[in-house]
């Protein structure tokens, strides 16, 4: 229906049934009466009533409805809803001789709008079909005012373009010439569409020109080859060497020039003198400074009238210098230049820049910083070199800063002065350089995190030469590896392979993964910096990557890569020293015999070529703990001593004569005298403590020998601040006989571990086993009195419950030793019988479930604990009356147990079996386990126990004569049992 797409009044007239003719031309009289007398809005209420009735079938009627309405709507300036309307009305698809009518309606509304380009458009495409010369005299002279309004609009912009570009503001000039060019080419600038119009190619040429102006060249360099033939060659020419120049492509910018230079004379060509000035800048730009310097030297011999190119030429032969590194030279032209000039001439502001440029060069950079300070004019009229002199006066006093002999005062104003300059720097030609040096001042400032907010603010705006610079300075103000590791993967991200820094990002990459530890990584990188740097680095990588690769378990790797730098490579001293070092550690780490010759032979070169080098005592070390890991102890000793005595200030002195001892005792010799000299020369060594404490040997300590005690009694009067007084509490405390004292040491044991894990200087595995080993001693004390059960119970369960977290800080070290350590499996099952103890069998039955189920998960097939584990497993049975499972979880203790179980223990579990299949009423079987132990070849009273019970036995299966007769063969041996089988036969059978 097509009243379905009109917005329909909020009431209805006509809901309950067609509307009569005469009432809708009454409708209709209302709105012509209303815009009669202008009232507008009864008007539009009238035609809005009109609407609601279905028109399909008068289409005439129908559009002079709309058109009408609309022409009220705009009259109301409801602009929106007469759009609305027309739109709508389209979109009804209307008869097309209805449609230009409609079109141009639309167009009026669009120009109400303020919309001149909508409506020329509608307009224009109306006329392709519907000649302008046939529409009414309103359309038409709407028409014309629309393209007057275009041609004035775009003239105007012109005329401003120009006006920009005079001014110097060439980009905002460039984007208004851009815009004009736009509009000529879609048709929106009548008067420039004309084919005699010279405006196009006029714009076009003053568009290329601002480009240049704003130094756009690659769009300067694409119009100009554009451009239409009738502009100027010459020109042109001229314009594109000087915008070639500009990119640096100076090959092609000479091309320009010379073609230029012939194509007239010298008389007719404005620009000549200035394309012979910039042939030979050209060549300083590529660089070749031979033909630069030729030229230049050419025009310095100009006559005096010329006397400004040959001045500007005897700069470019200082800048020819400063290339060459040649600061001096470069500064006696320059001073001769300047004595030459008048001082107010503006020439003196640029010498002094170059004079800046030398001085900065030679190093003196508080006299830099003067020259650059007078490069700048005091009007701050702009220069070529002021932006650049405003940087270089900035790392002047950046550089200054650095003086370690100026107060830290002195270099604080000096890191202020260089902040402000390189800020001022914002917004110029030099920005990026200057964001990326503010970049490198916060860091050599102390402040990172200014520098991450900096450079990833402004990334975006630097070249990508640039960006990997940013990115690079970025990661070294990364706290965290992992952001570092983010950061160079994006420098070396293909895109940034063209510049001097991919090769550089490479190697800062493998290095950030090397100190991470994150050695394959690092290998990957530190391979691809290979590949991409020159010589004089390549050494430093290898050495890196074959470091990565010791690190890594990959030795053969490694060596092969020392090899080459050693066969291939042109080492300094220095690095042959370090090479070398590396070759021989790295060989006494590879698990081949015919390495250990290597080793020796590169750690003892290292020592004996280079005495005062930076690994000689490494080397020594490398090399005595080499020949004390192959037994060769005398050679140890030997060298552990030279490197002490050598070397007695280095930090490996204290360690030496640690291990000196260590070699004496394997040999069988006095230790004690290298441990005396380690102790009283380096009290303060991490080693000095533990050198005391092994005065004595451990086993005198557990065995409780008097000397050996009394020296454990002076450890903390001497090391009161070692951790390793965790260790002497705990010998206490094994050593104690009274529960008190002993419960008293252990308590202090645990005590002193908690302090010093605290304070972080727990880092021996060894400490953190005697601090739970302290606990479980003293729990097993309180075990010994029924009323400190629980008490025990609470310090074997905090024991269990540590080991079972998988990720513990205390436990986890000595699960990485073992996957079912002792000291978690004897306090597991110490736990069990507490819960026996304590008639909490359910709890004692899951703890020995979950010792089973350890002992699977660590392969242990065979052990002391295990078999006593079957062994309580079978006794919970038996009191359950489950004799069938107790006989096999004998059976499991008697497998289990082999070779751990001593001799009284192994017939206790026959005596056992016996018990169960007696229970069982298989009194044979009992029998004949009781043979078994009573047949054993062996000294115990458990023999007699099987005798005695194997007497009841006898009773039980009613043969009483036997049953006296064993009776009587255990009283004849005397003991426990013989006592027992006295007083049976007196009680039972009346004799004794």
């Not at 495409?125 to 309103?138: A, D, M, Q, R, V």
């Not at 450079?455 to 970025?474: G, N, V």
């Not at 000793?637 to 001892?661: D, I, M, N």
């Not at 005397?974 to 036969?985: F, I, S, V």
Request: glycine fraction near 4%; include cysteine.
């Amino acid at each position: 229906m097509i009243h379905t797409f009109f917005i329909i009044a909020a009431f209805s007239l006509f809901s309950h049934g067609q509307t009569p003719e005469n009432e809708l031309h009454q409708i209709y009289q209302n709105a012509e009466a209303a815009m009669q007398r202008s009232d507008y809005s009864s008007a539009k209420e009238s035609y809005l009533l009109l609407l609601q009735k279905e028109w399909t079938s008068d289409w005439p009627t129908y559009v002079d409805i709309v058109t009408r309405l609309v022409k009220v709507e705009l009259t109301l300036n409801e602009y929106e809803e007469a759009e609305t309307l027309l739109l709508n009305l389209l979109r009804a698809a209307p008869p097309d001789e209805f449609i230009p009518r409609i079109q141009l309606l639309q167009a009026h509304c669009y120009c109400e709008k303020g919309k001149m380009v909508s409506a020329y458009f509608i307009m224009k495409k109306i006329g392709e079909n519907w000649p302008i010369e046939s529409w009414c005299g309103e359309d038409r002279s709407l028409f014309h005012a629309v393209e007057f309004s275009l041609d004035s609009t775009y003239d105007t912009l012109t005329s401003k373009a120009r006006r920009f570009s005079a001014a110097g503001i060439y980009v905002q000039a460039a984007e208004m010439y851009e815009e004009v060019m736009e509009a000529i080419v879609e048709g929106l600038y009548p008067k420039a569409v004309n084919e005699d119009s010279l405006i196009k190619k006029n714009v076009q040429y003053r568009l290329a020109e601002a480009h240049y102006q704003a130094a756009n060249y690659e769009k300067t360099l694409e119009l100009i080859e554009s451009a239409e033939k009738q502009l100027p060659d010459q020109e042109l020419l001229f314009l594109a060497a000087l915008a070639y120049s500009e990119k640096r492509e100076y090959e092609r910018a000479l091309d320009c020039y010379k073609n230029y230079v012939r194509s007239a004379d010298r008389a007719d060509l404005c620009h000549y003198d200035h394309a012979i000035f910039e042939i030979g800048l050209a060549s300083f730009r590529t660089n070749n400074l031979a033909k630069a310097q030729r030229h230049f030297e050419i025009i310095a011999k100009i006559s005096d009238e010329k006397k400004k190119p040959s001045l500007l030429a005897n700069i470019f032969l200082a800048k020819i210098h400063l290339r060459k590194n040649q600061p001096n030279v470069a500064d006696k032209i320059l001073f001769s230049l300047s004595s030459e000039i008048p001082q107010k001439d503006d020439l003196q502001y640029e010498i002094a820049y170059l004079r800046g440029e030398a001085a900065f060069q030679t190093g003196e950079y508080a006299q830099a910083a003067d020259f650059f300070e007078s490069s700048l004019p005091i009007s701050s009229v702009a220069t070529d070199w002021r932006y650049q002199a405003l940087y270089k006066l900035a790392w002047s006093y950046l550089k200054s800063a650095d003086d370690v002999l100026k107060s830290e005062k002195v270099r604080g104003e000096y890191i202020g002065r260089s902040e402000k300059l390189f800020l001022r720097l914002m917004g110029t030609k030099e920005q990026e350089k200057a964001i990326l040096a503010l970049g490198r001042l916060y860091l050599i400032a102390g402040n990172p995190q200014k520098c991450e907010t900096l450079l990833t603010k402004q990334i975006a705006s630097l070249t990508l030469e640039d960006q990997t610079q940013a990115l690079l300075l970025r990661a070294e103000a990364a706290p965290e590896y992992e952001m570092r590791e983010q950061l160079y993967l994006a420098a070396t991200d293909e895109i940034y392979r063209p510049y001097p820094t991919y090769a550089e990002s490479w190697y800062l990459r493998g290095l950030n993964d090397f100190r991470h530890k994150a050695y394959e990584k690092a290998i990957f990188a530190l391979e691809k910096a290979f590949l991409l740097s020159k010589r004089e680095r390549a050494s430093e990588i290898l050495k890196l990557e074959a470091r990565a690769n010791f690190y890594l378990d990959a030795p053969l790797a490694s060596f092969a890569l020392l090899e080459k730098l050693l066969g291939q490579f042109t080492l300094s001293e220095k690095d042959k020293e370090e090479v070398l070092y590396l070759r021989g550690l790295i060989a006494s780490r590879i698990r081949d015999e015919t390495f250990f010759p290597i080793a020796e032979e590169s750690f003892s070169q290292v020592i004996s070529l280079y005495p005062g080098g930076e690994f000689a005592n490494n080397a020594l070390h490398a090399l005595a703990s080499l020949y004390y890991q192959q037994g060769a102890y005398e050679k140890a000793r030997e060298r552990f001593v030279q490197l002490a005595q050598t070397y007695p200030t280095s930090y490996l002195a204290a360690e030496a004569w640690f291990w000196a001892g260590a070699a004496a005792d394997k040999l069988g010799q006095e230790g004690n005298h290298f441990r005396q000299t380690l102790v009283q020369e380096y009290p303060d060594s991490p080693r000095a403590a533990e050198a005391y404490f092994r005065f004595y040997p451990m086993d005198d300590y557990l065995e409780g020998k008097v000397e050996a005690m009394k020296h454990l009694q002076t450890f903390s009067a001497h090391f009161p601040d070692s951790p390793l007084v965790v260790m002497t509490h705990y010998l206490f405390g094994t050593n104690e006989p009274l529960f008190s004292a002993a419960k008293q040491s252990f308590e202090a044991a645990e005590e002193a571990f908690q302090k010093y894990y605290e304070e972080n200087k727990i880092q021996d595995s060894s400490l953190i086993y005697f601090r739970y080993r302290s606990i479980y001693e003293l729990a097993l004390l309180h075990l010994s009195n029924e009323r400190a059960i629980p008490t025990a119970i609470e310090m074997l369960e905090a024991i269990v419950n540590d080991f079972r977290q998988k990720d513990h800080p205390l436990t986890a070290p000595l699960m990485k030793e073992s996957d079912f350590p002792s000291l978690f499996e004897e306090s597991e099952f110490a736990l069990a019988q507490a819960y026996l103890q304590f008639d909490q069998e359910y709890k004692a039955q899951e703890t020995l479930s979950s010792m089973l189920s350890h002992y699977a998960s660590a392969n242990i097939n065979q052990g002391y604990y295990l078999s006593h584990v079957w062994l309580e497993q079978a006794k919970l049975a038996g009191r359950c009356n489950d004799e069938e499972t107790a006989l096999r979880c004998i059976v499991m203790a008697q497998e289990s147990g082999k070779g751990y179980l001593s001799i009284d223990q192994g017939l206790n579990l026959w005596i056992l079996q016996s018990e169960c299949y007696r229970n069982k009423g298989q009194l044979n079987q009992a029998m004949r386990m009781l043979s078994q132990v009573i047949n054993e070849d062996v000294v115990s009273s458990l023999r007699l126990k099987a005798m005695f019970l194997r007497a009841e036995i006898y009773e039980l299966q009613g043969r009483e004569e036997l049953a006296m007769r064993q009776l009587e063969a255990t009283a004849k041996k005397g003991g426990e049992w013989a006592d027992l089988a006295t007083e049976k036969l007196r009680s039972d059978y009346g004799i004794y």
